[in-house]
């Protein structure tokens, strides 16, 4: 079973930044897929960010394309997001998933990983 734990959420100022980290607890396989996906109440999951590992594929959501970067530290076995330029409406409890296989773009949001971590809370005021 794979442990994921995620850390690094916060509070911060619109335009600030922050880098979530998600630790798996052993090594998934020799490839596979890991993203970060977020949730705010009253709204509907959103994935913002999906990466192939051991790949090339790597898309993001419209909303945080250009501000948010993920990439993986397979020494480390950590998923990382790096947020810029954050916005109030970027607050939510952000999680990170991994799986087999990616999820297409069309069903990326409603996804329902192999493994999850328990989140961890960003808040974005103005």
């Known amino acids: 079973q794979v442990q994921l734990v995620e850390s690094g959420g916060g509070s911060v100022q619109a335009g600030g930044s922050l880098r979530l980290s998600c630790v798996q607890s052993?090594?998934?396989?020799?490839?596979?897929?890991m993203g970060w996906f977020r949730q705010a109440p009253e709204k509907e999951r959103e994935a913002v960010a999906v990466?192939?590992?051991?790949?090339?594929?790597?898309y993001y959501s419209d909303s945080v394309k250009g501000r948010f970067t993920i990439s993986h530290d397979n020494a480390r076995k950590t998923l990382y997001l790096r947020m810029n330029s954050l916005k109030p409406e970027d607050t939510a409890m952000y999680y990170c998933?991994?799986?087999?296989?990616?999820?297409?773009?069309?069903?990326?949001?409603?996804?329902?990983?192999?493994?999850r971590g328990q989140g961890t809370q960003v808040t974005v005021s103005s």
């Open positions: 998933g991994a799986d087999f296989v990616c999820p297409a773009r069309t069903t990326a949001d409603t996804w329902t990983w192999l493994h």
């Open positions: 052993t090594y998934f396989a020799s490839n596979y897929c």
């Open positions: 990466m192939y590992i051991g790949g090339t594929t790597i």
